[in-house]
């Protein structure tokens, strides 16, 4: 149980596109759920927390208007980074709190997709 | 300021011999505590947390950590490193606000044959 997938797992755009990013909780449900951006062998970045049916929460330094989010229902939130530069490559993971979990559940991650922008 | 440091940037071991990855935390109220493995090009698997009660934890994979609230430490341990433990490791702390997690910036974990 608790399963997390992301889609694409890998994608590849030119520079000036959109590229939109789906994290689904599979056998739960998640009113919360984080997006992280990470680079070669370093530590996982929060870029924004999501919640579903209000405004994401997008920590310091993270472009709103460039990262896009949306949490439309309790197993989806979509990450769309917009007008996409090469410097917007990075490997891009998200998370779910369950429903419900005590501040002390574990987070559940999704394998991640990889961006490349040419 | 809450944080997570994990001093070792790699961990060298061989298979067999025991492995320690080390981690200490710095934040305000009790700590929530978690170590998660990530294989390349891939998300985090969870092993184990810390929550409240004994302070040594086992987890998946043989893996165990123990809490030490006096030197702020949740170092990781394994008792006999297997070649597949290679990976990168985080650990992780949470603070009451908002779930979110602070992460370590990670110990990359090399056994060798």
């Known amino acids: 149980g608790a399963v997390v997938s992301q889609h694409p797992s890998w994608v590849i755009c030119k520079s000036g596109t959109s590229v939109k990013i789906e994290c689904r909780s599979l056998?739960?449900?998640?009113?919360?759920m984080f997006w992280y951006r990470q680079f070669p062998k370093q530590s996982l970045m929060l870029m924004a927390t999501s919640n579903e049916g209000s405004k994401a929460t997008y920590e310091q330094g993270v472009e709103k208007d460039k990262f896009l989010i949306n949490h439309a229902s309790l197993t989806l939130s979509t990450l769309t980074v917009t007008s996409a530069h090469p410097e917007d490559s990075s490997f891009y993971i998200c998370?779910?709190?369950?429903?419900?979990?005590?501040?002390?559940?574990?987070?559940?991650f999704g394998p991640g997709t990889r961006l490349t922008v040419l | 300021a809450q944080s997570v440091a994990q001093p070792e940037d790699q961990v060298n071991v061989a298979e067999g011999n025991p492995l320690t990855v080390k981690c200490t935390y710095s934040?305000?109220?009790?700590?929530?505590l978690f170590w998660y493995v990530q294989y390349p090009n891939r998300g985090l698997q969870f092993l184990l947390k810390?929550?409240?009660?004994?302070?040594l934890v086992k987890g998946s994979y043989g893996f165990e950590a123990e809490f030490n609230k006096s030197q702020t430490s949740f170092h990781l341990k394994k008792p006999s490193a297997l070649v597949s433990d290679s990976a990168l490791y985080f650990c992780a702390v949470r603070v009451y606000q908002g779930g979110k997690l602070i992460f370590g910036q990670g110990t990359e974990l090399s056994v060798k044959p």
């Open positions: 056998d739960f449900q998640a009113t919360t």
């Open positions: 934040v305000s109220g009790n700590p929530y």
């Open positions: 810390y929550i409240t009660g004994d302070n």
């Open positions: 998370s779910a709190i369950p429903l419900k979990a005590g501040n002390g559940n574990e987070q559940f």
